[in-house]
């Protein structure tokens, strides 16, 4: 089975690399961002940051009606840096905390599934960020 094409994905905060990294890894902080629209939520999440460590975020559909495990095992880990996983035999994501003049990129590169269309998971993933860019700069207000 041939690998899709990764898709890339980016926000700029207004935080350094450090802070940047605590608010994607510390799991109470995964379930203040880790959702891709206001009517879902990440009521539990663990992390176990070093490589060959395991997470396992739950997302929900707040009425109830759906959720998933999103679960995969840490393959790098740099602080402040950089992460890559996987979610699987197939599929990588590598997190890449860039320094900038005034805040950090964070740039999150995946092997997309097949199940659903391409621009759907760009999309999710991109929302999803975005959630995270708002709570990471909240921290440091």
Do not use: K
């Amino acid at each position: 089975m041939s690998t899709l094409e990764p898709i890339t994905v980016s926000v700029e905060l207004s935080c350094d690399p450090a802070t940047a990294f605590a608010a994607f890894t510390e799991p109470a902080s995964v379930m203040a961002w880790n959702f891709a629209s206001p009517d879902w939520h990440c009521p539990h999440a663990t992390n176990d940051v070093r490589i060959g460590g395991a997470f396992s975020y739950r997302m929900e559909a707040r009425d109830g009606s759906m959720g998933f495990d999103f679960e995969g095992t840490f393959l790098d880990v740099q602080p402040g840096a950089l992460l890559r996983f996987a979610l699987g035999p197939e599929r990588v994501v590598t997190v890449q905390f860039i320094p900038l003049a005034g805040g950090t990129e964070v740039r999150e590169t995946f092997t997309p599934e097949r199940e659903h269309p391409l621009e759907m998971q760009r999309d999710g993933w991109q929302a999803i960020l975005d959630n995270y860019r708002a709570h990471a700069e909240s921290r440091v207000r």
